[in-house]
């Protein structure tokens, strides 16, 4: 089983900045892929980024260039920075997973981008 939270949403302007994180339980972290997802109110909920258990990384077009992806094995932890946020990235953000042919995801965490 794994279990996902995430933290670190909030309201900010227009080219600011925010750190989300993923808290996962642990053992199998190291091994599994993560992504996070967003979802606008009236919008299908579509994929942003995505970090393989070796560090690759793949992210929507929108967004290339401003988010960055992470992961700690360390800690269990995976991260999406945002920098120059838009009001279109405006959305509940969920950190997911698969494992043993089993979808996982997070509450969400809401991000609101002011103009």
């Known amino acids: 089983q794994v279990q996902l939270v995430e933290s670190g949403g909030g309201l900010v302007q227009t080219g600011g900045s925010l750190r989300l994180s993923c808290a996962a339980s642990?053992?199998?972290?190291?091994?599994?892929?993560l992504a996070w997802y967003r979802q606008a109110p009236g919008k299908q909920r579509e994929l942003v980024a995505q970090?393989?258990?070796?560090?690759?990384?793949n992210y929507e077009d929108s967004v290339k260039g401003r988010f960055t992806i992470s992961r700690d094995n360390t800690k269990n932890t995976a991260y999406l920075q945002m920098n120059s946020l838009k009001p279109e990235d405006t959305a509940v953000y969920y950190c997911?997973?698969?494992?043993?042919?089993?979808?996982?995801w997070g509450q969400g965490t809401q991000v609101t981008v002011s103009s």
């Open positions: 997911n997973t698969n494992f043993n042919f089993l979808s996982y």
């Open positions: 642990g053992s199998i972290f190291s091994v599994i892929a």
């Open positions: 970090i393989t258990p070796d560090g690759s990384t």
